[in-house]
């Protein structure tokens, strides 16, 4: 069975930095691809950024663009976020999410879309306060 479990959140001010780690287990897939989400209360669920395992291509949402950035360690199965010059905006509970390879393969890549991910994990808040 899939599991995602992150780490990391906590509370900052804004202009700080955090760094997520999503720590998967409990599958051997060649190829995948895993996201980061985030909701705010009240908002939907939104997509942040996604790595993908094989060629390590990158994804991001608009809004963290430069000043997120996601990276993996395929050995440890270990997906970061490095999160920088947060601003209040960012506040959320933060989702790791992955796709496995019968959906890379149905869909030919992956982006940032909630129904592209089969697998969850339970989330880690991230505070900024101003």
């Known amino acids: 069975e899939v599991q995602l479990v992150e780490s990391g959140g906590g509370l900052v001010q804004a202009g700080g930095s955090l760094r997520l780690s999503c720590a998967a287990s409990g599958f051997n897939f060649d190829d995948y691809v895993v996201a980061w989400f985030r909701q705010a209360p009240g908002k939907e669920r939104e997509g942040v950024s996604r790595?993908?395992?094989?060629?390590?291509?990158?994804l991001y949402a608009d809004s963290v663009k430069g000043r997120f950035t996601i990276s993996r360690d395929n050995a440890n199965n270990l997906v970061y976020l490095q999160m920088d010059s947060l601003k209040p905006g960012d506040t959320a509970v933060y989702y790791c999410?992955?796709?496995?390879?019968?959906?890379?393969?149905?869909?030919?890549?992956?982006?940032?879309?909630?129904?592209?991910?089969?697998?969850w994990g339970s989330g880690t808040q991230v505070t900024v306060s101003s």
């Open positions: 790595i993908r395992r094989s060629d390590g291509s990158t």
């Open positions: 999410a992955l796709a496995g390879p019968s959906t890379i393969l149905l869909l030919g890549d992956v982006g940032l879309r909630r129904w592209e991910y089969e697998h």
